[in-house]
């Protein structure tokens, strides 16, 4: 069965750092892309960053020069280094993998940072 295993969220103070970490099951092949999404409380689901197989990147406005998406394609695994956290980093964090026309998504890690 196909799965998608986040870890790495918790809590942090304001400028520290977490890092998050996003396993595919080897059921998953040939994964195209993966990528962090958030949703903070009331609001809806948006785009953290993504970085395809091949090592390309795209991050939100807000989290550039702050977080930084890398890949382990022999391990399905990626991971997501957020440093300068803010208050409004806070939000559960969903994984997603993208391979072909399927998608995948985790059930969300909760990163919470205090101010």
């Known amino acids: 069965q196909a799965q998608v295993q986040e870890s790495g969220g918790g809590l942090a103070q304001a400028g520290g750092s977490l890092r998050l970490s996003c396993t595919a099951s080897?059921?998953?092949?040939?994964?195209?892309?993966m990528g962090w999404y958030r949703q903070a409380e009331g609001k809806q689901r948006e785009l953290v960053a993504t970085?395809?197989?091949?090592?390309?990147?795209t991050y939100a406005e807000s989290v550039k020069g702050r977080f930084t998406i890398s890949i382990d394609n022999a391990k399905n695994t990626e991971y997501l280094q957020m440093n300068s956290l803010k208050p409004e980093d806070t939000a559960v964090y969903y994984c997603?993998?993208?391979?072909?026309?399927?998608?995948?998504w985790g059930q969300g890690t909760q990163v919470t940072v205090s101010s």
């Open positions: 997603h993998v993208r391979t072909g026309p399927l998608q995948y």
């Open positions: 080897r059921s998953i092949f040939r994964v195209n892309a």
């Open positions: 970085i395809t197989s091949g090592g390309i990147t």
